[in-house]
T-cell receptor, first 117, second 113 residues
Framework: ETGVTQTPRHLVMGMTNKKSLKCEQH?????MYWYKQSAKKPLELMFV???????ENNSVPSRFSPECPNSSHLFLHLHTLQPEDSALYLC????????????????FGPGTRLTVL | AQSVTQLGSHVSVSEGALVLLRCNYS??????LFWYVQYPNQGLQLLLK??????LVKGINGFEAEFKKSETSFHLTKPSAHMSDAAEYFC???????????FGAGTTVTVRA
């Protein structure tokens, strides 16, 4: 148990569907992350939230819309996705990010395996 | 900018044999380096990290890695493989004052009985 949970674990959706991925952390952290993991490719950082404020959007298409209502929860809203968006989506959390501060260990959830038909 | 290259996308070892996973980094500043492991159907778990202290870093599950600046390497080793070591391993790098991790493509380890 890593303290970071993700639901659902598996999701199959059509290109016209709207769905949401949920992440919850039980570690008392204040920073949360979304990553995309495609087969045989390095993990790609998508979004970062620090104290509920988005601090990073790594040129992610607008069909992915993140939401961070509080420091414990992070959502990824999906709409009109493409088949190439099929991947494992990982959520992570860490201690709060401070300006000029050092690296904080990131704790990962088990991921949501997304298939877009 | 920082990046890592993992040499070999797949490594197969016999149970009890040495595990060696190679990682070379590129960084414009002194790097922080990490190894993560991902077991099937699970998220990533930190094995060990180098943050400019001792160059030989010991991690969990008997793994260790050595930072070699002259070779820009951070190879991961375990003296004796166990069946439970079968997983995917990722090397990652960051700058000391940056939360962003740059990951390698991963190396899948299989352990033969």
């Amino acid at each position: 148990e890593t303290g970071v949970t993700q639901t659902p674990r598996h999701l199959v959706m059509g290109m016209t569907n709207k769905k949401s991925l949920k992440c919850e952390q039980h570690l008392g952290h204040n920073a949360m992350y979304w990553y995309k993991q495609s087969a045989k490719k390095p993990l790609e950082l998508m979004f970062v939230y620090n104290f509920k404020e988005q601090t990073e959007n790594n040129s992610v298409p607008s069909r992915f819309s993140p939401e961070c209502p509080n420091s414990s929860h992070l959502f990824l809203h999906l709409h009109t996705l493409q088949p190439e968006d099929s991947a494992l989506y990982l959520c992570a959390s860490s201690q709060a990010l401070l300006a000029g501060g050092r690296y904080n260990e990131q704790f990962f959830g088990p991921g949501t395996r997304l298939t877009v038909l | 900018a920082q990046s890592v290259t993992q040499l070999g996308s797949h490594v197969s070892v016999s149970e009890g044999a040495l595990v060696l996973l190679r990682c070379n980094y590129s960084s414009s500043v002194p790097p922080y380096l990490f190894w993560y492991v991902q077991y099937p159907n699970q998220g990533l778990q930190l094995l060990l990290k180098y943050t400019s202290a001792a160059t030989l870093v010991k991690g969990i599950n008997g793994f260790e890695a050595e930072f070699k600046k002259s070779e820009t390497s951070f190879h991961l080793t375990k003296p004796s493989a166990h069946m439970s070591d079968a997983a995917e391993y990722f090397c990652a790098v960051s700058a000391p004052n940056d939360y962003k991790l740059s990951f390698g493509a991963g190396t899948t380890v299989t352990v033969r009985a």
